[in-house]
């Protein structure tokens, strides 16, 4: 929270800007949440993120995102990845 508030206030991002964390990237439990600066510390709280977590800010968090294919909405909120390393066996 005290990260974004920052961001918001001293380097001027738009409130709105995406943000997402990457929890535990590139292995087989890899977790994504994604939100922007307003939800992103409530959503990695009700998620427990926990390090080790990488913190990605601005419109290149777009790419992380899909649409729901009943609703055609953008997901946000916690999105479970999957990486190489995990079988489909």
Partial sequence: RELTQRLITLAGYPSKTPVAIVEKAGCP?????????????DLAKKHNVKPP????VGEVVNVLLE??????????????????????A
């Avoid at 977590?53 to 990605?56: D, H, K």
């Avoid at 009943?70 to 079988?87: D, F, K, M």
């Fill in 29 to 41: 439990d890899q977790r994504t949440v994604v939100g922007d600066m307003e939800t992103i510390a």
């Fill in 67 to 88: 649409d729901d294919d009943v609703t055609g909405e953008t997901v946000t909120g916690l999105i479970q990845n999957c990486t190489a390393a995990t079988s489909f």
């Fill in 53 to 56: 977590s990488t913190i990605v």
